[in-house]
């Protein structure tokens, strides 16, 4: 490695932003990321280290599984080292869920991690994987003064923002802003200059090493609620072999309704071990059980609150929590602690 120049390692999972029109058919096809540069020829001026990393085959990012994020943690460990900061290019449709899983797996991560993508293929006129994939790139590269990673963090950057992957939505299906983190302000903004939030990044403690983490436990459901659903589908979906955990998205600032076999099913599920977790279905705020009469008998029915946690964040915790066989107690109770960003405890 030549001694001062910034590396990135690019890992290149799938979707859109890998695609190049084929000038004979008119199709889109994912291009090979040996050929990179060929393809961004602006990434020669960055005089830095890239390499990259192309899973093979590529995938569209609905078919996203945690082998895949396993596999994604191995690649970061194994060249973790070699590397300033990794950017992964990844579709658009389940980024935020990677994105999560990935801040709980790596602990004690010192260096960033970026994901990117975009809506329009990079080989196609109007592209916004270009601005994108570079500004990425240079983020990950970033270093502080004092010489360490400006971004240590798992995050995404779409459309000039910068935000911790954890606290992110997909947001839009059409527009190139697609991504929001409603209940956390952004980590940087790119116009002129990427303007950096220090105070706001978190920050690692160097004398700890990354700590890959790899197990997951998908017995879990997301079930939402809505006026009218029957007292049938939520039993036999609290009563599905093998469940060990709900996100349960309730209404406003985490309420529900006051109906008995409503309770009765959440009180039966929790005394029978299973962790159910509630967020709301707003994208924005902060689950407050003890609120309203309606939250606080979820409570009372052993509930768990969520705080403002995302969908993508808090699912992918409890199947991260459950992977690594803690107990019931210990589970409930790290539901309830920032892990890596994903929460903010408020008391009110
Ligand atoms: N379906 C694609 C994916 O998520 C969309 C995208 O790349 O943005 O893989």
Same mark, same amino acid.
């Given at each position: 490695m030549i001694e001062n120049t910034p590396s990135v390692l690019i890992i290149y999972t799938g979707g859109t932003i890998g695609m190049i029109e084929n $000038?004979? =058919?008119?199709a889109l096809e994912n291009f090979n990321f040996d050929h990179l540069l060929e393809h961004?020829?602006?990434?020669? &001026?960055?005089n830095y280290r890239i390499l990259s990393y192309q899973f !093979?085959? $590529?995938? #569209?990012?609905? #078919?996203?599984?945690p082998s895949f994020w396993a596999k994604l943690v191995k690649i970061i460990n194994y060249n973790y080292e070699h590397f300033d900061g990794f950017v992964i290019l990844h579709g658009t449709d389940t980024m935020s869920y990677t994105a999560a899983a990935l801040s709980f797996m790596l602990? !004690?991560?010192? /260096?960033p991690v970026i994901l990117t993508g975009s809506q329009l293929p990079i080989g196609t006129l109007r592209t916004d994987g270009k601005e994108n994939l570079i500004t990425a790139i240079e983020i990950a590269a970033a270093k502080n003064s004092s010489g360490t990673a400006m971004v240590p963090e798992v995050c995404i950057f779409f459309e000039n923002h910068l935000m911790r992957g954890n606290r =992110?939505? /997909?947001?839009?299906?059409?527009?190139? !802003?697609?991504? &929001?983190s409603f209940n956390y302000p952004p980590l940087a903004r790119a116009g002129i200059h990427i303007k950096y939030e220090p105070g706001l990044i978190r920050q690692p403690d160097p004398s700890k090493p990354l700590k890959p983490h790899y197990l997951f436990d998908t017995n879990v459901v997301i079930l939402t609620l809505f006026p009218g659903i029957q007292q049938e589908i939520i039993t036999s979906v609290l009563h599905v072999q093998g469940l060990k955990a709900v996100v349960l998205k309730t209404f406003g600032s985490g309420n529900a309704p006051q109906k008995a076999w409503f309770i009765n099913l959440l009180r039966d599920a929790t005394e029978r071990g299973i962790i159910i977790v509630n967020i709301t279905q707003c994208s924005s705020g902060i689950v407050e059980m003890e609120r309203y009469e309606t939250g606080l008998q979820l409570l009372q029915a052993g509930v768990i609150s969520g705080y403002d946690s995302t969908p993508e964040a808090a699912v992918t915790k409890l199947m991260f929590l459950l992977g690594h066989g803690l107990s019931n107690a210990e589970i409930r109770q790290r539901m309830n602690s920032n892990m890596a960003g994903e929460i903010t405890k408020r008391i009110f």
């Open positions: $000038p004979e =058919t008119g961004v020829p602006e990434l020669k &001026r960055f !093979n085959p $590529p995938i #569209d990012s609905s #078919d996203m599984e602990e !004690n991560l010192s /260096k =992110t939505c /997909k947001i839009n299906a059409e527009n190139f !802003n697609a991504f &929001r």
